[in-house]
């Protein structure tokens, strides 16, 4: 690789990695372009095989080392940074890569395919000076559309694209192989028809599958998983309904079993109808019959498949697998099937069989939601909704519902509705216009019941009601409807919090004074259930409720007297309880009930204590009440009203003792006490662990200390039942994460689809907002720029699916008509919107709804007012001038199209000259006029003179043309009648002559020109009064061309009295020009200049085909008469000669030119030259006919009528193109045949005959050699005469096109070696060769039988490879292969009628002048390989053009390459550490290492690319190796030395071959024993030495593993320092520790000893052993750790919560202490089986059932509001005593109330007690009760009265269990 800047030399080896040009792309862009480096897009999606994986990062980053080495200047590498930097688009650094030193990603690339799925890649930078974590290259799906049946699968493109590569020398179709378990990346492809596997490339282009049958993505190499959903990575799959992600409602799976009952009377069944759709079929047939398909399209085509053998094969688009054995039969179908399959059975044998199959089945007929219909109102705002319509998907038509109501899975679709049409109704009328179906449909509105009783009485619960849709037609009467009618308001909440006042809580006191004086008492307090109001009520939960008493200590000691001995006063160290009091007044107070639904007992707060100190009482008040439902709030009730024991109302207190009084208790009064003073210590309790999370990550959020219940002692987190609640600290928070927040994304909602099918788009707002403050959430709106993170999509897409097919209309057309009713159309298509936005056009038939209109009227407004203009009336005279008239009327078209005559003042105004115009007619004739006397007479000659000789004079008469040689004298004469001579006059070109000295005008009629000179020629007129006659004169020039002189028009003259004349001028004018005459550009552009030049043009053929006149005819005289050995003047005057001027009639000349007009247009050509030549014979012949003299050449008499005579040019204008031998040259026709065996030896020459044509007559042609042959409707016979001259007489064959003649019955080889063709056909058309060989040579001449059309060329089909020659000559269509320096001619002979223009190209452009174009061929000179291409021939004339093309290749043999960059870098990249090598025609050499790898280059080049072939000691490798780069490049892996040897590489191509060699050395593995490792000893008997065995490669130390099949030497160990050793210390092993804990010792035995050289051990003494090593001890301490274990408390009592019926748990404390009591860490425990703590017990307290009672009588006995309810309580089993509720929370709690009579009433009275009627009315959506007493009037009302409820004081209904109770 050059360096940045460098040039690269011209590339000799085409064969190269594109990754590696593309490289070399990229150094060129670096260095050379200076306008702007280009973004390489395609290195990551091309072939990057030949790339290291860092490849991309470094040409990005290589810049920087650049930087740092030169400190700027014209780098490359900085030219391509800047360039990359400004071509990609970059969008913003994410936060992520702020953080790092990569810069943001780019733009994403183009997608590497159109369709199918390709892969598109993003790149991104590294910053920094160092490198960056991570990947600098990301890529994504892209086109996931489906392609075009017709573009094939992408790998077969692949491999199909080396089908022109040639491998192993030879050409193959490559297939891919697909599904490699190994390598699914990789190119393998397999040649056509063989079983060669190769692979073609390392790497699949991106975006190829890696399997055939998956989504799965090869990218760089590597197969990435892809989802359905055609996302990298994604592992989204498709449903069995094929839904991608779906859930598998979209199909049904269908299973079952069928068994025949085929016999030989029934031999076909049908066993399954499997849909259109359908996936995943698998049937089974397990018995001897058969099964076989039939198919039906859904265009109703239908098929069967007899499924015969095993294999694949495609039904109907469909890919069915059948597998055939000898008892069963599996056919599998992945789907979905594309027409219906009709799985049948054929009976095969006696035996049953079975199939069973399973599939999945579509749902054909599905819901479809449809467009909105109108606005209900105009204005004003109305609402409008859709509806669901059943959907067939296999005709894409819409069938009635009932359809879809057979698919269970079907779920017809809610209709939706919107408002509408919301802006104001206009001001004038102020009432909105209704649709006419509003008014059936009026808008419909929610209603809604009474809310539900709360939930919760307190804490926040929830109420209920039912919120319905209803609508109310024009009588009123409402009905409820569905809920989406009323979508288009919200709908009312049908649930709402209530009762969020705080429950009661309680509420702790403080602490009573401890219960004794001295030592260990108990404390009390009182505990009061406070409301939200701060009122002490009921309702508090027991188990949250504080203790209300704890342990306290007096520190005074207490001294009880023991008694007294002597005078000595004994005292007991006891505590002094409390008296009897205390415990009294400290007694827990009673809890309170809560306040409920049901009537109960509600106690207040106890009263103070009635004294102050001593006994006295307290007192509270206990209410019976209830909460009301409706109101919430609190009824009291009459006593008698609650049930159950009321709770006391008064009760002993106790104030502490009076002054004066001592605090004693008995022992009585102490167990009174409950739990007595005992030492109780609390083992759990609360402790804060951390903090939680913060509730906002920035702006201020709160964290809430976490509170757990902690063991004291194992510090191990207990269930929170064992800690006091009532100890829980409280709530802790602090402030956490302060800072502001960053500027963040706010996404709204997407909105709307914008189309309901075929891909639409949602849009949502999506802004950048800055939060200021969380408490008052204030936000600001910012730039976009402040947000960081990547902008979230505007713009989705939605409603991806197919539209149904509907119509399309395009815009309508300009009107027809500007006014007046005129119409206008547009183009009304059926089309169907993909699910990929693209139309698909349809017949009109998929169409259901009517087709639109395609033609409306338009522009109805009435026109302007016009005039309407009649005819002109006939003349108004018959001879001479008159007038002539019409009429105007003033019209108006309508804009129904119609018109009216209106008031002619409504036109504007009308010249007169618009109405009337003078016309002429014949002028009158004049009677009784005189007769004229006969006017003059000029008798005229009307000829056309040719001098063919020089003479010095001669006479003409006028009314010809004369074509004279200059010099000549002209003496002209004008015979007249009836008029005198002396009166004519001469004019020349309308100019009066006058007598000269050059022109003399005599008084005799005549005139005279002395040697006429250019400027004489024109046209001399004879004037005899009004007679007048022309003569023309014309003159030739050096070359025999006509002097054209333009005299003075006189062509209206002329044609006045020459008419047919001037038809034949016409029609000469229309058809010669370049058709039968060849003219300049002026001419065939317009007609003629002058009637007296309309013969020039067959007089200068005539010219042309005989080459007169003058010196040049004198010379071909001279040249004759030598031939024929003519010695004398007098001879020559006696041999034929030409007259000295031809004579020809007018008439002769008109007729031919009216005869050629008359042809067919492709035979003119033809036809006028055939005509000039007849004439040109004609002449002569006439001439010979006067003369008296008899012509003699070589002693035979020839007739006039048989003359041949020697022209020097060929008659057929194709003759020069037609000619194909070398060595032509001219040949007289009269040859000396009589004396050939005198003659000398001679090669073949073919005769070329000058005459044309013969047409015998209208069927029949005859010609000769060099000419062209039109062959016409009416030919029936065609004769090609071939006469050849050669000594020895040749031999003559003819071919067709460069292929032999096959002779049959039609054509035909005459005796005289002609061919004919016998009724010619198109088929016979081509060029016909005449070949004449002899012993010394040949001659071969070409003949075109052609059409007339377009034109024939003469092609060769052959292939000429050429090495050594130094000119070549091929025909136009062959192959030529040259090597450079050759003259190459590329002959091209063309044919056609008319003639053809031949025009050369080279690579389909026009040749330029610098090549030699010479008679039809084409000359390249020295060809270089630049001039290598397609060099075409194209011949056109006016009824088409051929073209016809020679490729022509430059070879260049095999040689060695020079440039070896490119190829040392192939070698490089697999690795820097592979080895390499390159060949060499003298050979080179290398040595390696076994096991390694080696790459060997064979440098070469050549054209065409040499196909490589490697070789072995001579022979074709037949060892494991791999063919990289096209075949330059060689590997082998592994290698061993088996490889060693010569390897060559032979390079060829069609110019020749190359041979390069290079030898292999490789090295060997042997054992080593040439060290010894280290003594084993340093001293003793036993020390020896071993033989260091060594892997050895190339003298280096390798791997043992690499000399394991290398035979081991025999190892002998070799004795060492065997001496004896110095006196040392000799221990035994330590024994048991004597205890096992607590600290034990240790002992070992510990001696000095010698160990002699003889092995011997000598005891010696310590002192010895003392002076080498300190002696080592013999006692030491173990096993120090503490002696520890469990020890259990007692269980506690059986009080815990219960868990089953008398069952409960019972807990005990365990600690880890030592064997002397005192308490460790449970750590040191740890290794000992810890015991239970918690274990089960039984206990009568859990002894409890819920006893319920009867339900009451239903509130109601219709309706929606009634219900009744029973009562529930928790009660001992064996005393049937209530309980609390908790010792029942083990089983569920049955229900305490129920809805009951849910049915419809209308008034009704539904219950009445205790002389109260309660009355329900639910008529109207708000229910309304009336209460009254049947037996007395409220409040003295009379009985008849019915009181609402409104009417009592209190609104009090309840349900106290039994009855409704009305409070008034």
């Not at 067919?1160 to 006028?1168: A, R």
Request: charged residues 20%; hydrophobic residues 30%; neutral net charge.
């Amino acid at each position: 690789m050059a360096a940045p800047g460098g040039q690269r030399g011209r590339a000799r080896a085409p064969i190269l990695s594109v990754a590696l040009w593309l490289l070399h792309s990229a150094a060129q862009v670096c260095g050379n372009q200076n306008e702007g480096a280009v973004f390489l897009r395609e290195f990551t999606l091309i072939r990057r095989e030949s790339l290291h994986d860092d490849f991309l990062s470094d040409l990005l980053s290589n810049h920087k080392t650049e930087d740092q080495g030169t400190g700027g200047g014209d780098n490359g590498l900085e030219l391509l940074d800047e360039q990359l930097t400004k071509a990609s688009s970059r969008t913003a650094r994410s936060e992520e890569d702020r953080d790092t030193l990569w810069d943001a990603w780019g733009s994403w690339s183009e997608c590497s395919r159109t369709c199918g799925g390709g892969a598109s890649y993003s790149l991104r930078r590294c910053l920094g000076s160092k490198s960056c974590e991570g990947r600098n290259i990301k890529y994504r799906t892209c086109s996931n559309v489906d392609c075009p049946p017709e573009a094939g699968d992408f790998r077969t493109q692949q491999c199909s694209a080396h089908n022109d590569v040639k491998y192993q020398g030879q050409f193959y179709e490559w297939l891919p192989v697909s599904n490699d378990p190994d390598n699914p990346c990789s190119l393998k492809c397999q040649a056509k028809g063989t079983t060669l596997v190769v692979e073609l490339a390392p790497k699949v282009l991106d975006g190829t599958r890696c399997y055939t049958e998956s989504l799965d993505m090869c990218i760089s190499g590597l197969c990435q998983i892809v989802g359905c959903d055609h996302q990298l990575g994604s592992t989204v799959k498709e449903d069995n309904c094929g839904v991608c992600n779906g859930d598998g409602s979209t199909c049904r799976l269908v299973r079952g079993q069928y068994k025949s009952q085929l016999s030989a009377n029934k031999p076909e069944d049908t066993v399954v109808a499997v849909p259109y759709g359908s996936r995943h079929v698998r049937l089974v047939l397990k018995g001897p019959d058969h099964l076989y398909l039939e198919t039906k399209t859904l265009q109703g085509v239908k098929g069967e498949n007899s499924l015969s053998s095993t294999g694949s094969f495609l039904v109907d688009n469909s890919s069915v697998d059948f597998q055939k054995f000898p008892d069963k039969e599996i056919l599998r179908i992945a789907g979905p099937l594309s027409a219906d399959f009709t799985v049948k059975i054929r009976y095969a044998g006696a035996a049953d069989s079975a199939v069973q199959f399973i599939f999945y089945q579509p749902i054909i007929h599905r819901w479809r939601e449809t467009d909105f219909f109108p606005c209900s109102a105009s204005c004003g705002g109305g609402y409008q909704l859709t509806s669901a319509e059943c959907y067939d998907l296999r005709s894409s038509r819409v069938v009635t519902d009932q359809y879809c109501h057979y698919y269970p899975e079907n779920i017809k679709p809610k209709p939706k509705l919107q408002e509408c049409n919301l802006d104001p109704c206009p001001a004038s009328d102020g009432y909105k216009q209704i649709m006419p179906y509003d008014l059936y449909h009026p808008l419909p509105r929610w209603e809604s019941t009474p809310w539900t009783a709360c939930s919760s009485s307190c804490g926040g619960g929830i109420q209920s009601r039912t919120v319905s849709c209803v609508e109310e037609d024009i009588q009123g009467h409402i009905s409820p409807v569905e809920e989406w009618k009323c979508m288009y308001t919200p709908k009312m909440p049908i649930v709402q919090p209530c009762n969020i006042f705080d429950c009661p809580k309680w509420l702790a006191q403080e602490w009573s004074p401890c219960t004794v004086t001295c030592g260990q008492g108990l404390r009390y307090r009182v505990v009061l259930c406070i409301d939200h109001r701060g009122m002490h009520t009921g309702g508090c939960g027991s188990k949250t409720k504080p203790h209300i008493k704890e342990e306290c200590i007096v520190p005074t000691p207490c001294y009880k007297p023991k008694g007294k001995k002597g005078r000595q006063i004994f005292t007991e160290k006891l505590p002094v309880e409390a008296k009897l009091p205390w415990y009294k007044q400290a007694q827990e107070m009673e809890e309170g009930a809560m306040v409920s639904e049901e009537p109960s007992f509600i106690p207040e707060a106890w009263s103070a204590c009635s004294v102050t100190c001593g006994a006295g009482s307290q007192v509270r008040l206990v209410k019976c009440q209830v909460i009301l439902s409706f109101s919430q709030s609190v009824a009291d009730l009459p006593i008698d009203e609650c049930e159950g024991p009321k709770p006391a109302s008064q009760r002993a207190c106790y104030s502490g003792p009076c002054s004066g009084e001592v605090a004693e208790s008995s022992p009585e009064e102490t167990e009174l006490i409950p739990g007595g003073l005992q030492d109780f210590d609390e083992l759990h309790d609360w402790e804060y662990e951390g903090f939680t999370e913060c509730s906002e990550s920035c702006g201020g959020g709160v964290q809430e200390a976490v509170v757990t219940c902690l063991n004291k002692q194992t510090r191990e987190i207990a269930d929170e039942t064992l800690c006091v609640t009532s100890r829980r600290p409280p709530q802790l928070l602090r402030a956490c994460n302060l800072e502001l927040c960053p500027p963040r994304w706010e996404i709204g909602k997407w909105s709307s689809c914008s189309l309901t099918c075929g891909v639409g788009l949602q849009t949502r707002d999506v802004f950048c907002s800055h939060l200021l403050s969380r408490e008052t959430n204030e936000t600001i709106i910012s730039a976009d720029e402040l947000c960081h993170k990547p902008k979230p999509s505007l713009v989705q897409a939605c409603n991806r699916f197919d539209c149904p097919p509907s119509w399309y209309s395009t815009e309508w057309q300009q009107c027809s008509q500007t006014c007046g009713a005129g119409t206008q159309k547009r183009d009304v298509l059926c089309k169907q919107r993909m699910a990929d936005g693209s139309f698909l056009e349809l017949p009109e038939t998929f169409c259901s709804t009517p087709r639109p209109v395609d033609q409306q009227t338009c522009k109805n407004e009435d026109c302007p007012s016009e005039w309407l203009l009649s005819d002109w009336t006939q003349c108004s005279v018959s001879c001479g001038e008159g007038t002539q008239t019409r009429n105007a009327i003033c019209r108006k078209m309508l804009k129904t199209g119609g018109s009216i005559i209106i008031n002619s003042s409504m036109c504007p105004p009308l010249p007169l000259s618009s109405l009337v115009r003078s016309c002429a007619v014949a002028a009158c004739t004049r009677h009784n006029r005189p007769a004229q006397k006969q006017s003059p007479h000029i008798m005229a000659l009307k000829n056309v003179y040719i001098q063919t000789k020089k003479q010095k004079k001669l006479h003409f008469i006028v009314g010809g043309y004369a074509y004279l040689l200059p010099k000549t004298s002209v003496v002209l004469r004008c015979p007249v009648r009836r008029f005198r001579k002396s009166m004519i006059t001469w004019e020349k070109d309308q100019k009066r002559l006058l007598s000269s000295v050059h022109i003399t005008i005599a008084p005799y009629g005549y005139m005279r020109i002395h040697r006429l000179k250019p400027s004489d020629a024109g046209t001399y007129t004879c004037m005899a009064g009004p007679a007048r006659e022309h003569f023309v004169i014309r003159l030739f020039g050096g070359d025999n061309k006509v002097i054209i002189n333009q005299p003075a028009g006189i062509r209206e003259e002329e044609g006045t009295r020459k008419s047919s004349l001037n038809e034949a001028l016409h029609t000469q004018e229309k058809h010669q020009n370049g058709i039968l005459f060849n003219r300049s550009k002026a001419e065939k552009r317009g007609h003629l200049a002058d009637p007296s030049s309309q013969y020039d043009n067959i007089v200068s053929r005539l010219l042309e085909q005989r080459g007169w006149p003058g010196e040049n005819l004198e010379s071909w005289e001279a040249q004759e008469s030598t031939e024929r050995n003519a010695s004398s003047e007098e001879d020559r005057s006696q041999e034929f000669s030409l007259p000295f001027v031809m004579v020809m009639e007018q008439k002769r000349l008109d007729d031919i030119i009216r005869n050629v007009s008359r042809q067919p247009e492709e035979l003119k050509d033809i036809y006028s030259k055939q005509f000039v030549v007849q004439l040109a014979h004609d002449l002569i012949r006439s001439h010979l006919e006067n003369q008296e003299s008899v012509f003699k050449i070589q002693g035979r008499r020839i007739g006039s009528a048989t003359a041949e005579f020697p022209f020097r040019k060929h008659v057929s204008g194709f003759t020069s193109s037609l000619r194909t031998s070398s060595a032509e040259a001219y040949l007289p026709v009269s040859v000396d045949l009589g004396n050939g065996s005198h003659r000398p030896h001679r090669k073949p020459a073919i005769l070329r005959k000058i005459s044309a044509a013969q047409q015998l007559s209208a069927s029949e042609v005859v010609t000769h050699l060099g000419q062209t042959v039109v062959l016409a409707s009416g030919t029936l016979s065609v004769l090609l005469h071939c006469e050849a001259v050669g000594n020895p007489k040749p031999t003559i064959s003819w071919a067709k096109n460069g292929a032999e003649v096959q002779y049959n019955d039609r054509i035909l080889l005459q005796p005289d070696d002609s061919l004919q063709i016998l009724a010619p056909v198109e088929a016979d058309v081509g060029f016909y060769t005449c070949n004449a060989t002899n012993a010394l040579g040949s001659d071969s001449v070409s003949i075109a039988v052609t059409l007339a059309g377009k034109p024939l060329i003469k092609a060769s089909r052959a292939t000429l490879i050429n090495t050594e020659s130094s000119a070549v000559t091929v025909d136009i269509g062959s192959t030529v292969k040259t090597i450079q320096g050759t003259n190459v001619t590329i002959s091209c002979q063309v044919a056609g009628v008319p003639e053809a223009e031949v025009t050369w190209l080279r690579n389909r452009v026009k040749l330029v002048p610098a090549y030699h174009l010479h008679d039809g061929s084409l000359l390249i000179a020295n060809v270089t390989l630049s001039e290598q291409g397609l060099y075409s021939c194209r011949a056109a004339n006016l009824r088409g053009e051929v073209i016809e093309s020679t490729q022509l290749l430059i070879l260049e043999p095999p040689r060695t390459l020079l440039q070896l960059e490119d190829l040392t870098a192939m070698l490089l990249t697999p690795g820097p550490d592979i080895p390499s090598v390159l060949t060499s025609p003298s050979g080179t050499r290398m040595v390696l290492n076994p096991e390694s790898s080696v790459l060997i280059g064979c440098p070469v080049d050549g054209h065409p690319t040499p196909n490589i072939t490697w070789f072995y000691a001579g022979q074709p490798i037949s060892m494991r190796h791999n063919i990289l780069a096209g075949g330059q490049i060689l590997q082998l892996l592994n290698i061993s030395a088996d490889y060693q040897g010569e390897f060559s590489c032979l390079a060829q191509n069609e110019a020749g071959s190359l041979m390069q060699k290079t030898s292999l050395t490789i090295r060997e593995y042997w054992w080593s024993v040439d060290r010894l490792m280290a003594c084993s000893a340093s001293c003793g008997n036993k020390g020896v030495q071993q033989p260091q065995l060594r892997c050895l490669l190339d003298g280096t130390e390798v791997n043992t593993s690499h000399c394991i099949e290398k035979p081991k030497p025999v190892l002998q160990p070799i004795a060492c320092n065997r001496r004896d050793c110095p006196s040392r210390w000799m221990v035994t092993s330590w024994s048991l520790c004597t205890r096992s804990c607590g600290g034990g010792v240790q002992t070992r035995r510990v001696t000095c000893q010698k160990l002699t050289a003889t092995g011997s051990s000598i005891p010696m003494s310590n002192e010895a052993c003392t002076q080498v090593a300190k002696r080592p001890v013999d006692t030491q301490i173990c096993n120090r750790q503490l002696c520890v274990e469990w020890v259990a408390s007692s269980w506690g009592q059986c009080n815990g919560p219960c868990i089953g019926p008398r069952l409960a748990v019972q807990h005990r404390q365990i600690f880890c202490q030592t064997r002397d009591g005192n308490s460790v860490s449970s750590d040191q425990c740890s290794v000992l089986p810890r015991p239970v703590s918690t274990q089960n017990c039984w206990t009568d307290i859990c002894g409890v059932h819920w006893r319920v009672s009867l339900w009451t009588l239903c509130t109601a006995t219709c309706g929606n509001y009634g219900f009744q309810s029973r009562r529930v309580e928790c009660v001992h089993v064996r005393t049937n005593k209530p309980m609390q509720e908790h010792y029942c929370s083990w089983r569920p709690r049955p229900a305490n109330w129920q809805r009951c009579n849910i049915t419809p009433c209308e008034n009704s009275t539904f219950l009445w007690e205790k002389g109260v009627i309660c009355e329900f009315s639910s008529l109207s959506l708000a229910p309304r009760t009336r209460c009254w007493s049947p037996l007395r009037g409220f409040f003295g009302k009379p009985l008849s009265e019915k009181w609402p409820m409104a009417a009592c004081k209190i609104k009090c209904s309840y349900w106290n269990g039994s009855r409704v109770v009305c409070c008034c």
